[in-house]
């Protein structure tokens, strides 16, 4: 289970990371269009490889986690939010590091 969870661990910060770094971009809309326009390109490339590379990967990781952990399934439902919500992902994944590894992890 701890290879699963670091696996998740891992794709949940580079899922939030990239989520976060689209909802700057897009409050940079409303504070500076100049900008904004300026770096379009990399909301596109952001954009992308968000949705349709590291979201499912996360996805899967959270799926083999859930099952690996004997979790409840509302748990994945939620883990499926945290890839829409900016800053969920690290909330959730600090809350379960802390309810299964309170000492931190193994090394």
Do not use: C
Not at 22 to 31: D, E, Q, R, S
Not at 42 to 62: C, K, N
Not at 71 to 90: D, I
């Amino acid at each position: 289970m701890d290879k699963a969870f670091r696996r998740y661990r891992i794709m949940s910060f580079v899922t939030g990371t990239t989520l976060s770094l689209l909802f700057l971009h897009l409050a940079l809309k409303y504070v500076d269009h100049t900008l904004w326009h300026a770096t379009a390109l990399f909301e596109r490339i952001d954009g992308m490889a968000h949705g349709l590379v590291l979201f499912p990967i996360y996805m899967v990781m959270s799926f083999q986690f859930i099952i690996k952990a004997k979790l409840n399934v509302t748990l994945l439902a939620l883990m499926f939010f945290a890839g829409f919500v900016p800053g969920l992902a690290f909330v959730l994944e600090h809350r379960l590091e802390k309810r299964f590894y309170p000492n931190g992890l193994p090394r």
